[in-house]
């Protein structure tokens, strides 16, 4: 197959063979791996000369066109000669499909971005590309790992719970006992300036919100002035993180939803 097929298909690491259509329409790629490096022993790094076996992969791709495309990689398992070595054999790997991966990087990409930035949930994703929910998500974490970075420090620190869908009943799996489950997030939001969202946190109770507080950096407690909006008296999540996070600092508040000023507790 020509280099123009395989500049086409664009995927780094791997030369297109050739290339067939199916009756029902699905186009099967079938490459061949072209990166010297994929014949280094994951352990030792020497490269292998030794053919152990040949195998075939069929990671899913992302689409091309309007029919489906079927990858079929076609890659050597080595033998690792080193005496000092304790891995015996190896399969070839790249960049874009790790050892064991079922999914090419670029169709990882593409999924998470589509959740993240198109706002699109993870059960629709998952079926226009025809991957597991767990998969889904999985690249969505990826995504967001890479475009949230820490918060910048805000002098008000909004922090608000929000309920997930009905309260409801599971089977604990260590005790066997009924447990009633009741879905919250702990939401912290920038109240002085433009972030927005600054982060959430899965359940509503002090524990959480301080959680969330130590992953922060020191520069950005210390700027902490306020938290809105108010607790009531018997209400301790807010309270509890104040006393765990900031034990000496007198001048963190609790503002109220009703008036401009905040009363020091």
């Known amino acids: 197959m020509t280099d123009g097929t395989t500049l086409l298909f ?13 009756a029902d329409g699905t186009r099967v790629v079938h490459a061949v791996t072209a990166q010297e490096a994929a014949a ?5 790094g020497v490269v292998s000369t030794s053919v152990k076996a040949r195998v075939t ?3 899913r791709d992302i689409p091309y066109g309007q029919d489906r495309i079927v990858l079929r990689w ?3 398992r080595w033998r690792c000669r080193e005496d000092y070595c304790g891995r015996s054999s ?3 790997s790249i960049p874009q499909v790790p050892a064991r991966a079922r999914t090419t990087g670029r169709l990882r990409t593409q ?8 706002a699109r949930s993870v059960a629709e994703v998952a079926a226009a590309h025809g991957v597991s929910w767990p998969t889904a998500h999985r690249a969505f974490i990826t995504h967001a790992e890479v475009e949230l ?9 909004g922090i608000d719970e929000t309920r997930r869908g009905k309260p409801r009943w599971e089977r604990c799996t260590e005790t066997g006992r009924w447990v009633r489950v009741d879905p919250w997030d702990t939401g912290f939001v920038d109240v002085a300036g433009s972030q927005g969202l600054l982060g959430q946190r899965e359940g509503r109770t002090g524990a959480a919100i301080i959680d969330w507080l130590r992953e922060r950096t020191p520069q950005f407690r210390d700027v902490i002035e306020f938290v809105w909006p108010s607790t009531p008296p018997r209400c301790t999540p807010r309270r509890s993180a104040r006393q765990a996070c900031f034990p000496t600092r007198r001048s963190w508040s609790i503002t109220s939803t009703s008036s401009s000023s905040a009363t020091t507790r």
Request: proline letters at 11%; aromatic letters at 2%; charged letters at 25%.
């Open 10 to 22: 664009g995927l780094p690491g791997v030369e297109v063979e050739r290339v067939e259509r199916l």
């Open 40 to 44: 280094a022993c994951p352990s030792c």
């Open 57 to 59: 992969t069929s990671p």
């Open 74 to 76: 076609n890659k050597t």
């Open 90 to 92: 190896f399969t070839e």
């Open 111 to 118: 999924i998470g971005a589509a959740i993240g930035d198109a």
């Open 149 to 157: 970075t820490e918060p910048k420090p805000t002098r008000v620190l």
